[in-house]
C-alpha cells in the first residue's frame, strides 16, 4: 500500500512517499481503508522531534512509529476476531497513535466510532483530535456550563473553531480571540465577540471571564488570571514552549500555584476517547456543530501540507485526502 514514511526528525523533508507492507489487524482491532486524514499538531510534534521531551515517548534518535497521521476516515475493510461492534464497509473515523497517512491502517475497536452520517469523509476526518480536545477542555475541565462568559485564545485554528460552536452549544458567552484576517472566520461560526490581538490584549482590558480556553501560550499566567473573574477557570491546552521541554515548564508553574490562587489553574492534555467522539457525532449530527476545513492536500502532498500547517499560516483544518 502507498503511505507516508518517517526514517528521521527534521522538516517536511523527511516524510516521503512510499510502498509498504499492508497491516494486518488483530484480534481486537478493525483495519480500515482510509478516505481522508486531517493534519494535528501531533503530526508536527512526531516530525520535528520537537520538543525534545518528546522523543522519550516517540523514539530517541527517530520516531518508533514510521507512518505518521492522527486522525482519519474511512471504510471498515476487515475486522479482528473479537471485534463484535463492526463490520466490513462500516463507515467510521477515528484518531490513532499513528499510521493515518497510509491506504490503510489499524484501529482497535474501542477507539473507533460510526461516522456522523452528515459528514463527507474529508469532513468526518477533520474532527477528531481537535475536536475531542475542544470538549475535553471544555467541558471535562472547564466544567463549562449555560450563561458563563467563555473565552477562546486562538479560536480560528483547528482547535480553536471547535471550541467556540462547543462553547455555544452549552449555551455559553462565546469571545473568540484571533489575528485580523480571521475575524470574519471566528464571528461566522458562533462566537458572539471577535478581539483582534493584534489591536487588542484581553488580558488588559476590564472584561472578566468565568472560563478561558488558552490554545495560543500567548500570555502569562498573570496576564490570563487578570482576564478572569475571581472565581474562574483556566484551561491550558497551548503546545507553545521551548525546543526542550516545550509547555510543560508553563504547564508545571499552573499546576504549583493553583493551590494558592481562589482561581482554577488546570492545565491538561487531551486523551483518546471513543465516547467522545460518539458526543461529537451527535452534536455534528444534530446540527451544533461543524468542521471548518481550510485547504486539502492529496497523500504525495502531506510534505507541502505538514510545510504549510508547521509555518502558521493555516487556520481550521488542513485534510488529506485518498
Not at 44 to 72: E, H, N
Not at 76 to 100: C, H, I, L
Not at 187 to 211: K, M, N, Q, W
Not at 259 to 288: C, H, W
Amino acid at each position: 500500500m502507498k503511505a507516508i514514511v518517517q526514517e528521521r526528525y527534521g522538516s517536511a523533508e523527511v516524510l516521503g512517499l512510499g510502498e509498504v507492507d499492508k497491516p494486518v489487524p488483530g484480534d481486537n482491532e478493525v483495519l480500515v481503508r482510509v478516505h481522508a486524514a486531517s493534519v494535528t499538531h501531533g503530526d508536527l510534534v512526531i516530525m520535528t522531534g520537537l520538543p525534545y521531551l518528546s522523543r522519550l515517548a516517540f523514539g530517541l534518535r527517530g520516531p518508533k512509529q514510521k507512518i505518521p497521521g492522527r486522525d482519519i476516515a474511512g471504510e471498515v475493510e476487515s475486522v479482528g476476531k473479537n471485534v463484535t461492534r463492526f463490520q466490513p464497509g462500516d463507515e467510521v473515523y477515528a484518531e490513532v497513535s499513528a499510521g493515518g497517512f497510509a491506504e490503510y491502517v489499524r484501529v482497535p475497536e474501542d477507539l473507533t466510532c460510526p461516522k456522523p452520517a452528515n459528514l463527507t469523509f474529508e469532513q468526518a476526518a477533520a474532527v477528531p483530535y481537535a475536536a475531542n480536545t475542544a470538549l475535553q477542555g471544555l467541558r471535562d475541565r472547564g466544567g463549562i456550563a449555560a450563561g458563563q462568559k467563555v473565552l477562546i485564545n486562538g479560536a480560528s485554528g483547528g482547535v480553536g473553531t471547535f471550541a467556540v460552536q462547543i462553547a455555544k452549544s452549552f449555551g455559553a458567552e462565546v469571545t473568540g480571540v484571533c489575528s485580523t484576517r480571521n475575524t470574519e472566520l471566528v464571528r461566522s461560526i458562533g462566537a458572539d465577540h471577535v478581539l483582534d490581538y493584534t489591536r487588542e490584549d484581553f488580558t488588559r482590558g476590564d472584561r472578566r471571564y468565568d472560563l478561558v480556553f488558552d490554545l495560543a501560550g500567548n500570555h502569562s499566567l498573570s496576564g490570563f488570571r487578570r482576564a478572569l473573574s475571581p472565581g474562574g477557570t483556566l484551561v491550558l491546552s497551548s503546545s507553545k514552549g521551548g525546543r526542550w521541554l516545550g509547555p510543560m515548564g508553563r504547564l508545571a508553574g499552573a499546576v504549583a500555584l493553583s493551590p494558592f490562587v481562589r482561581q482554577s489553574l488546570r492545565p491538561y492534555t487531551a486523551k483518546r476517547s471513543q465516547r467522545n467522539l460518539a458526543d461529537l457525532k451527535e452534536m455534528i449530527e444534530s446540527g451544533r456543530i461543524t468542521p471548518v476545513i481550510d485547504r486539502t492536500y492529496s497523500l504525495s502532498e502531506v510534505p507541502e501540507a505538514m510545510r504549510y500547517f508547521g509555518e502558521k499560516h493555516a487556520r481550521a483544518k488542513i485534510v488529506i485526502t485518498l
